[in-house]
């Protein structure tokens, strides 16, 4: 007969020290080892998935700062558009008032049937002198600014574009002044030609001071030939330099400021 395998009860461990001393030796039940080793192996375990988890919510909380910052910018970027859809918005609206101005669509005051004449129906000669001084402060007929031309009227040069008015220099701050008695109808800001004056006259007379400083009249406020409207600047973006951009309309058509500035100076005595 075999004989039955023996079961083990206890672990003897012998320590031999480097030195001189004398060897230990301590003993430890199967129990004790069987569950010192169990503890090793859950202790180890539980490092692992303490170390995954760590890992896990450290990439999580990446993941909600790099999202936070994420929503920060679309946040700011979509304020930047709404803003640039806002000032896009007035733009156009300005633009619209502009051009409704420039084509009779701006109505500020009606007036009397007197008054619907033009300057081709004007007879200087027969005219009494109060009534040529009341004519004459209707219609552009002074420089709004004392400087030096620096471009003229060009409509018909077929190299460069379109001039419809006069470049007229000064230093910055310099007055600009009424060309004619009338009333403001646009008073603001526009990106390309920066800050805007445009008065309505009597008999379909319309002026244009552009590149402004600043705007010393609000709009619908009645001004008087020679009165400062505004200073001289080099605002807006096809600006090169300080000067007013001066231009006359009639009837919804552009014309040359020199050929009336002179023709009317010529006409006042």
């Known amino acids: 007969m075999s004989r039955s395998k023996r079961k ?20 430890l039940s ?14 180890l375990v539980l490092i692992v998935l303490g170390a995954a988890s760590y890992w896990s919510v450290a990439n999580i909380a990446l993941d909600y700062v790099r999202l936070k910052e994420e929503n920060f910018e679309l946040r700011t970027s979509l304020q930047s558009v709404e803003g640039m859809q806002s000032d896009l ?4 609206k300005m633009n619209d008032d502009i051009r409704n101005t420039l084509t009779g669509y701006v109505q500020i005051e009606k007036v009397s049937a007197e008054d619907d004449t033009s ?3 004007l007879d200087f000669d027969n005219l009494k002198p109060e009534k040529k001084r009341t004519i004459f402060n209707f219609i552009p007929s002074i420089m709004p600014v004392n400087g030096f031309i ?10 460069v574009d379109p001039h419809y008015g006069l470049d007229i220099a000064a230093s910055k701050g310099t007055a600009i002044k009424a060309t004619a008695d009338g009333t403001v109808i646009f008073s603001g800001w526009t990106l390309k030609s920066g800050y805007i004056l445009i008065i309505k006259h009597k008999y379909g007379y319309t002026s244009l001071y552009k590149h402004n400083q600043r705007n010393l009249v609000s709009i619908l406020e009645k001004v008087t030939k020679g009165q400062v409207i505004a200073l001289v600047g080099d605002t807006g973006e096809i600006s090169s330099g300080a000067h007013v951009h001066f231009e006359v309309w009639n009837n919804d058509q552009p014309i040359d ?13």
């Open 8 to 27: 083990i009860k206890t672990y003897s461990f012998l320590i031999i020290p480097d030195s001189k001393d004398n060897p230990k030796n301590f003993t």
């Open 150 to 159: 620096t471009r003229g009227y060009q409509v018909k040069d077929l190299v």
């Open 119 to 121: 300057l081709t129906d």
């Open 30 to 43: 199967a129990f004790a080892v069987r569950s010192l080793l169990i503890s090793a192996v859950v202790v």
């Open 89 to 92: 918005s007035k733009m156009r």
């Open 257 to 269: 400021p020199m050929m009336y500035v002179s023709a009317l100076e010529r006409n006042k005595n």
